[in-house]
């Protein structure tokens, strides 16, 4: 186990540069589409995290794009347009393609061309040299408005292998005409390490500085983060690739697996500087999340570094070892990327790191509580039946207060009916309604309430809603508190199976003062378990802002 | 794209030897604990696909593991039980917990041991010496009664780091005393590919033939595969691992990814055969799908060769490109592997894409035909409305029948109403009931149907089941077509926000027949969206099975 490399910034240490493409070839995921202000929230979590260029997207290819350079966030990063080289029979400068792309006004321009033979003769059905032509003239373009230009040259190991002087040539092209980056793509994913390697080496061999070199890489055979290092073992310097490994088909590179690798692992921590500070490498896990969040995944739990198990020891002889030395059974120390070691629950570590939490939500208990074993074997218990607290601190702060004595009753709900109904309405289009009934205990008092709304005005019309507002309705004395809450995000997943399957709901919801907190509610019934996740989003405001 | 290593055969082929190990090292997956009716099912299928040698579990560790070599299925295969040295202090004759590995009468014993002298010191306490003493003896008893043995050689590569005579000199004992392989163990996962190769490479320089050394690697650096493979190019011939990457942390090196590197990849198809057949590789994906249902895993979507998305071409470019020529984008065949190319629709996909995915659904379009324009506009607009196509291919194939006219009026649903209500039973217990009402109407007959289901059944008792229940009932002349359909996973996304926001649904159901497919929903009533992707599910199957 080691320190973490900038601990030995020194004068020998070469620059790498990442590229992240989380926003572009990241969305040619199957299932994903991000929104613009997804696309903003990402962009500034990998600003913070600390790589060296974002690439937006594609301005001109959808109205997402487009919007998102019209109002994009100012990074240190670079940000980057991508586009494509221009098309042959017209000139760079009547390019309407690339025109959207410069019109974009980004610092840098990357555009994707051939420089496999077959392709250049198969896809665009012109000439060898006519597209040599087009790249030189697109990055005499680009570079003559002022930007920084890198070319993306697609299929480029399949065209070296295949034609190897017509491969280079292109690269040189683009170099030629002022492109400061010429990255290597295995656009199919389909070249293995050595061959990587290999061909890397023959090309700087033939007069392209490494330095000017980038990999882009697939992970079709489950090689791309493999690649890529064998990319900078041979001399590129800068890489490319996505939070989560994102992409076309398998996905690409991994940024969340190399920045890691990169910083925490010999030969690269002593050997390369990148633009990732200790915080921002912390941050790494919380990046993951966020994004399988915005994508509503389930996060990968076996992922390197920043998977839930990455660190979780389960042989009964690796826990123990564990205990005496985490060098036993852990390659780089958890908490370096923000995750943390994961052992039995029953013993010691997972009572202090249960303190740790309860200190977070402003709960002291004193070390050797019983108490504390008796939460560890509680959240166990539940989380077998289904709760995931990882994701839902205010239900995990609620279900430690009950335990310890401090949760006031607030409120009991005695009842409620919701029904939704979809029929025919007067005027003969359908119309679905949902009515919910709410019986609640404050004190002495019992309060009924009921709610309604329907498909045919523009508000929420959902069955949770409903429920929501029945509540909200029935909470007399503590009305004034729970006004300003919003439920703000809902997602549902089904866990177990057969006849044991179970619905999880977490709800986030937030305040006027921006507090947001997530809650979780487990029912085989939908509706209950967000019931159940509802009326504690509800408690935990109570218990903050109440008298 | 190329055809399968096993046109090739020849004599100058060498042989590369299998182990599986996922019912033994799988299962310290964090959430993994198979039965031993599923450790036979998983064994089976081993045995179908061709690998070498079957890990089963240590016999004496837990009931499970010695139940399933009590019943041990009869496997072409290798079976091998795990177990550890034996302890020092005792002779091997005498270990109880050696003698029940070998009780378990399988042809072939591995044994763990150390062989890096930190853990030696640290983990066992014991002298150098007394550790590769006990390698001797143990590895000289299982020889003596007549077995097959392997040394799993635990934290080989940091003990070579550390002190290579030492760790060399395990391996030698072990080798000496009559182990037929000496497995070299990343235990930790921190070892990157380069530094295994020239590991491996020195420990054959010392006189240990590569033709008894097996690799066994982890993932915690993303790297399992990349390192097993740099260890078969330093000379290995036996390679450990397991389906799906299963295991303890970040997993196993996956056989799933490294069979058909093997099998269909230069260098490796020309240069080694293994016992995995044609017909073998062609079931991979469905080994890998059984895997994750026994465990009720969501199948990894961007899996190399088996994932969903592993041949799915969204973007634009891409998809123009294939149909001209599959390896434009395709790096080799996927029915290889079982699997099959998808086209997805998108806001990113073209006409000819889209009748690609037409003919798929076995529907033919002529091109330029003007409804192909109206399906790509209605697929646009719909996704403005938070619909998700390229995750939902039944329902953008039921669309595309719409538009097209080639959708039969099975059955109407004229309304419905569902009912979740929670209230105290009449033993005080709190019950949930959900009621279902659905009038459907079939030709000219009008059926209403009614489903109910309490919390205090063992059932699903959520509304958009009841519904489902409700609608299944009422299809009279269908039932036998939707019988053996099943609702296997149900996601659920707010999508937009303000007032705009949308609750998307998407159901994924499977049959008898092994077919799974998705549907989508979308409405600001999370109840009416399911019922949408519910009746799209039904749908779906009635086209493909009805009449």
Redesign the interface.
Known sequence: MVGPGWARTGSNMERLYLFDTTLRDGQ????V?F?T?EKQRIARALDDLGVDYIEGGWPG??PTDSDFFAAAPQTRATMTAFG?TKRVGRSAANDDVLAAVLDAGTPAVCLVGKSHE??VV??LGVTLEENREAIAESFAHVTAKGREALFDAEHFFDGYKSNPSYAVSCLRAALEAGARWLVLCD????T???EVHRIVTEVIAQGIPGDRLGIHCH?????A??NS??AV?AGVRQIQGTLN?L?????NA?LT?IIP?LLL?EPYRSRYQTGVSPEGLRGLLRDSRMLDDIL?R?P??????V?????????G??AS?IL??PT?????DPALVGNER?IPMSNQAGQSNLRTRLAQAGIEVPPGDPRLGRILDLVKEREDQGYAYDGAQASFELLARRELGALPAFFE????????????SASQGIV?I?EAVVVVKIGDQVMMSVSDSA?DT???????NALSKALAKDLGPYQAVIDDMNLV??????T??G?D?V?RVIIDSEDGQGRRWSTVGV??????AS?EALLDAITWKLVRDAR
Do not use: W
Request: aromatic share 6%; net charge positive; proline share 3%.
């Open positions: 040619q995921t199957q299932g589409q929104s202000a290819a959808n494509m077959f392709h198969t896809a656009t199919n994913g389909g293995l390490p050595a992970d079709d055979t489950g090689h983060v493999a290092l064998a073992d490994g992409g076309e088909r398998c996905g991994n697996t690798t692992k509503n389930v990968a739990r076996q992922a390197p570094y998977g839930a198990s990455a660190f979780a020891h389960k042989a002889l690796h070892a005496k030395n036993t059974y852990e390659h780089v994961v709900v005695l009842r409620y009916r919701v029904t939704v109904e979809r029929r025919k679905t949902s498909s523009k508000d929420d019309n959902g069955p949770v995000d809902f997602k549902v997943r089904i177990g199976d006849t399957a619905t029912s085989a019934n939908i509706v209950d019931f």
